[in-house]
């Protein structure tokens, strides 16, 4: 019977289907193609919404020009991602990807609806955005996008091995194509922007990078990226776009600031620029660590030396005399590693200081008293330590080391007569 009713006001129009609901509700608000200016595109696979904008090489986004990465290709990028391959990839060849995701958490339930992507080209820099105004579109979206990554031989991206690059190869395989940008050089700045920075900002988000080191202001057209999944469902469910125009925004800041950012990464990696402009002490420490990294002995130590004596962080500037002497000590140079190892025994505590001190003295100065004296100040210091296994570790060490020095300095006494009647004077 409520069967039988429901068919007749079906048929006297009195009710709406699920698909007619969301058509009429689609109706309510503009679609895509009324606020941005791109283009509906038809491939084998369906319709899909594309923008596309071209940027000159001279735009400025932040404190830098797009081109300014052409004069740090192709080195600079191989060496941020450690892979000799993109040193030979043309710039033209690598692709700057970002993507918008129906959520943050990844897996097979969500979507990139939006997927930027950045290429330079003869006439510029080049903006890609393949949108999905339908979870239907999916497959005419990655469809074309395939295509212009077919052309591609290296990818930049920021966090992009561990997010949009795995979820973009899931949703080809969802949508039974050839993912694209498998195992291709791949320049992630996550990491490297985590070595260079983490000692000065607390966060390494792409947000706080373009705020403290790129200098880039977005305008009030932004959204934030934890709204972008939200807003679109709102629109996926009811058609009205007005909200778009604000994540197509957000993407496109993403990706310039991906070439911007790689282009400071590299300004940094050339150590005659770097060295001689006014970095901060903690921007000089990550700077250090990265050259030592690479086997860039020569600005590393340069780097130390200047974030030790500029630091505003008391623990950063110890850090920079530690690696400085450990730096300075595999390069055989020990007598100019001491004095920092004794400044920071003495201003810091620092333990291994102490320990570095008394293993120079004994077994490369070949001074049992002075290794003597580091030693017993290395123990004072630890019997001031909270009872634990730590202390009790470290000083089970250090008097093994101190019951060694005794018998050697013994020893000596026992070779040398004048010295033994010295010393029973003393005692």
């Not at 919404?49 to 986004?61: A, G, K, V």
Request: overall charge negative; proline content about 4%; glycine content about 8%.
């Amino acid at each position: 019977m409520e069967q039988n009713l429901h068919d007749r006001l079906r048929r006297l129009g009195l009710t709406r289907s699920p698909q007619q609901a969301r058509q009429q509700s689609r109706r309510k608000g503009k679609p895509i193609e009324e606020l941005i200016a791109g283009e509906l595109v038809h491939t084998g696979s369906g319709p899909f919404f594309l923008f596309r904008e071209r940027y000159p090489l001279d735009h400025l986004h932040g404190q830098e020009q797009l081109s300014a990465l052409l004069a740090h290709v192709p080195r600079g990028p191989s060496l941020l991602a450690r892979d000799d391959r993109l040193a030979a990839v043309d710039l033209q060849r690598i692709a700057f990807v970002d993507t918008e995701t129906t959520g943050l958490a990844g897996g097979t339930g969500t979507y990139a609806f939006l997927v930027g992507v950045g290429v330079f080209r003869e006439e510029g820099f080049v903006l890609y955005q393949f949108f999905m105004r339908d979870y239907a579109e999916e497959s005419a979206q990655l469809e074309a996008l395939g295509e212009l990554l077919d052309d591609m031989e290296a990818v930049v991206s920021f966090n992009g091995k561990s997010f949009d690059l795995p979820l973009l190869e899931s949703r080809f395989i969802m949508a039974r194509q050839q993912p694209r940008l498998v195992d291709v050089p791949h320049l992630d700045l996550l990491p490297a922007a985590r070595r260079l920075w983490k000692y000065r900002l607390a966060s390494c988000a792409l947000s706080s990078l373009e705020d403290e080191v790129l200098a880039v202001r977005r305008t009030q057209a932004d959204v934030p990226g934890w709204l972008i999944p939200g807003l679109y469902a709102d629109y996926a469910r009811t058609g009205d776009a007005q909200e778009m125009p604000g994540i197509f925004y957000h993407n496109a800041q993403d990706i310039l600031s991906l070439v911007t950012l790689t282009a400071r990464m590299c300004d940094l990696l050339d150590a005659r620029r770097s060295l001689s402009s006014d970095l901060p002490g903690e921007d000089l420490y990550g700077l250090g660590r990265l050259f030592n990294d690479l086997g860039e002995a020569d600005g590393a130590e340069k780097a130390f030396v200047r974030a030790a004596q500029s630091s505003r962080a008391r623990w950063v500037r110890e850090r920079a005399m530690q690696d400085l002497a450990y730096l300075l000590k595999r390069q055989e140079r020990r007598g100019e590693a001491l004095p920092w190892w004794e400044e920071l025994a003495r201003s810091a505590g620092a333990l291994n200081a102490y320990e570095e001190l008394a293993k120079h003295y004994e077994w490369h100065a070949g001074d049992l008293d002075q290794a003597l004296s580091w030693t017993r100040e290395a123990i004072d210091l630890v019997r001031q330590w909270p009872r634990g296994a730590k202390r009790r570790a470290a000083l089970v060490e250090l008097e093994h080391r101190m019951a060694r020095l005794d018998l050697k300095l013994a020893g000596q006494a026992e070779a040398d007569p004048a010295t033994a009647g010295a010393v029973e004077d003393e005692d």
